[in-house]
């Protein structure tokens, strides 16, 4: 940020902008509430064969990252953190 | 053949019915056959924007149903002879049509019109499904607000999904002195967050409203709604035209400056 841009207040039309360029990313990225619910249960499905999983402490969501060869542009990723209780070591 | 193009937006209010009757009557003004049909169910209103209300026999849902044929429920423009609307059932809902019968008689309509224009409604439900199931091409209008855009960007998601071949933007009530003191988006602007081919820039333009108060449409006259509205019909029909410049001076002296 130049000096410069501390007193120049941001013109509404760039406010407009970022404030839409931010809401597509997550409008983009977001799926309906039945998908989410279906890669939910089938993500924990395969992970439950080989560990026990704490389901009150599962977060699985879609959220957006700034990808290096995407020219700094945001991208859609699936966030997901599973904590596990236990590892299911007998699994063939 | 004829070429489905469906009005849609997602957000209501941006001039969707507006851009619709303008759009057909242009195409008509350029000697096209064109059928405008109002998919609104329940909410019709191309007619009044065109001024058709008094001439309403026979509606899509009729059509639809079989009481009627086709061409029964076709009302002939006022101005127009080669311009016809079929308006939508004020008394049904959406659920009164489908998605195939609605492909099934733009298909027909195909073989006698150069363009089939549909109106679609607001959201994106059953309305915009059935709006979109013929098309093969959509004019997305949005306005340059932010909300207007988000559901825009919806919408074009949407189509894409539906393997809508082409997809334009039209970006309507643009008022030049805002966008030129950075208080509203510009259609580049909008372009550069969408991400799809712009054919047209309608700016916010009082003539608007007084067309629609005498239920005839303006394109092609000398406002500069009109002029725009123009250059949207002859993009539609292939021809390259630049985009007008909204900032044409107003009052007498812009119009010695013109000169």
């Not at chain 1, 207040?9 to 404030?19: F, L, P, Q």
């Not at chain 1, 395969?46 to 969501?61: F, Q, R, T, W």
């Not at chain 2, 619709?20 to 329940?42: F, H, Q």
């Not at chain 2, 002029?227 to 292939?238: D, E, F, P, S």
Request: proline share 3%; with cysteine.
């Amino acid at each position: 940020m130049k000096i410069s841009d501390l007193f120049k207040k941001k013109s509404s039309s760039d406010v407009a902008k970022d404030r839409l360029k931010l809401v597509l990313v997550s409008d983009r990225a977001t799926c309906s509430p039945e998908i989410m619910q279906k890669i939910r249960s089938d993500i924990i499905e395969v992970l439950s064969k080989y560990a026990e999983i704490d389901m009150d402490g599962i977060d699985i969501n879609f959220t957006h990252i700034d990808a290096e060869e995407n020219d700094g542009k945001t991208v859609p990723a699936l966030y997901a953190n599973i904590p596990i209780k236990n590892m299911n070591h007998n699994v063939k | 053949m004829g070429e489905v193009i469906v009005v849609t937006s997602g957000k209501g209010g941006v001039g969707k019915t507006t851009t619709t009757a303008n759009i057909g009557t242009g195409l008509a003004k350029l000697n096209k056959k064109v059928v405008l049909i109002d998919t609104d169910i329940g909410l019709r209103n191309l007619d009044v924007v065109m001024g058709l209300e008094n001439r309403i026999v026979y509606n899509l849902v009729d059509v639809i149903e079989g009481n009627c044929k086709i061409k029964q429920a076709l009302i002939r423009d006022k101005r127009y002879e080669t311009l016809f609307l079929l308006p939508a059932a004020q008394t049904k809902d959406k659920t009164s049509v489908t998605p195939e019968q609605m492909k099934k008689l733009t298909e027909e309509l195909k073989q006698d019109y150069d363009y089939i224009i549909l109106d679609c409604p607001a959201g994106i439900e059953q309305g915009f499904k059935n709006a979109i199931a013929g098309a093969d091409r959509a004019l997305v209008v949005t306005t340059p607000e932010v909300s207007a855009v988000r559901d825009a960007d919806r919408i074009i998601g949407l189509l894409e999904a539906n393997e809508i071949k082409k997809t334009q933007l039209i970006v309507n009530r643009l008022r030049a002195d805002m966008v030129k003191r950075h208080e509203m988006m510009s259609a580049d602007d909008v372009i550069d967050i969408l991400a799809v081919e712009l054919i047209g820039q309608v700016p916010d333009d009082e003539n608007i409203v007084i067309a629609t108060n005498n239920g005839e449409p303006l394109v092609g006259d000398n406002s500069l709604a009109g002029q725009a509205y123009m250059n949207i019909c002859r993009r539609v029909t292939g021809e390259q035209v630049p985009f007008l410049d909204l900032d044409a001076k107003k009052g007498i002296f812009g119009w010695f400056k013109k000169k």
